[in-house]
Nanobody, 122 residues
Framework: QVLLVESGGGLVQAGGSTRLSCRSF????????MGWFRRAPGKERVIVAAISATGGLTYISNAAKGRFTISRDDSKDTAYLGINSLKPEDTAVYYCAAKSGGDYSREPYDYWGQGTQVTVSS
């Protein structure tokens, strides 16, 4: 079992940066690939970025390339999502998720956090 808790969301001005954190509690963190997803108002949830269990491989969606970075710190059981040059269209609930095997660039994932709201003001 894994409990994921996101933090770091909030109100950010367009053009600014933010970093979201996802703290994992429970099973050994470094056995899970980690993904970040977002659900914008009125839209479906989509993957933004993912990182392998070892941290050696990452996936960034086409929509996120150039502004989003994903990383993990296994000593802190935490995954991160950095977003630069924020745009109003980045406004969404951001979710982290953990996956024990398979293609981490897509669902399904095994465990989900509760989500953290990021609102970008223009």
């Amino acid at each position: 079992q894994v409990l994921l808790v996101e933090s770091g969301g909030g109100l950010v001005q367009a053009g600014g940066s933010t970093r979201l954190s996802c703290r994992s509690f429970g099973d050994t963190f470094n056995t899970y690939a980690m993904g970040w997803f977002r659900r914008a108002p009125g839209k479906e949830r989509v993957i933004v970025a993912a990182i392998s269990a070892t941290g050696g491989l990452t996936y960034i969606s086409n929509a996120a390339k150039g502004r989003f970075t994903i990383s993990r710190d296994d000593s802190k059981d935490t995954a991160y999502l950095g977003i630069n040059s924020l745009k109003p269209e980045d406004t969404a609930v951001y979710y982290c998720a953990a996956k024990s095997g398979g293609d981490y660039s897509r669902e399904p994932y095994d465990y989900w956090g509760q989500g953290t709201q990021v609102t970008v003001s223009s």
